[in-house]
């Protein structure tokens, strides 16, 4: 099948170097004719391509090679600023919105709460080297962080509760499913609609037990890569 040939063709060359990370392949028609193949079939390679994360698209800017995936460790506690930085990486946050609201379906679900309560909601976007990864959303009990939402929240949610309330992190429980990233999520990070996602869905618990917050990650697939170790006994 000739899909499968550009395909391989194209792997070929990223793992040769000849195109580099985040590196912008040239426009499709231009790509189909050096091909010598039709569109329909060249984006079928692309798909693929996009599918194991070897590109990915950025709406009405074209395709680029991925860049090395973020290692991401459930098991530790590293929040995302000193993980990129861990594997020298460059990050940045960028706040969307912060505001009080009484709690939507999810966050009551997700906190256990009782209707009509009142929660914190933090969106925000994540980038490495200026590209957005990362789309998330904090649910988070007020009653535990009063005037939260004055402190600069680009920083570490982490490092506010730790610093600023004494509290931390002693539990978490994961929860990990594919999706795809649709409107206002897919607009930020410059994605189009439909492009592939990976959820991250984290509930966090205190020094005391106490459930305090939940925060839900839409990355980009191809941005994360989902490593461990477990030691048996």
Known sequence: MQYVKIKDTIVEQIEAGM???RQKLP?????????GTTRVTLREA??????EGRIYREDRRGWFISPEPLRYDPTQTLNFPNMAKAQN?????ELVTATAIVANKLAAKLLNLQP?????????VRYLEDRPVVYVTNYVRPELFPNLLEYDLTNSLTDIYREHFGVVYQKTRYRISASTLMGETAQA??????????????INY???GELIDCDIEYWRHDAISIESLAELS
């Open 46 to 51: 692309l798909s693929l391509l996009e599918a």
């Open 189 to 202: 990070l410059r994605a189009t609609s439909g492009t592939p996602a990976m959820v991250v869905e984290r």
């Open 19 to 21: 195109l580099a990370s």
């Open 27 to 35: 426009a499709e028609r231009k790509l189909a004719d050096s091909f």
């Open 116 to 124: 009509f309560s009142d929660v914190y909601r933090v969106d925000r």
């Open 89 to 93: 990486r460059v990050p940045k946050t």
């Open 206 to 208: 205190n020094q005391h």
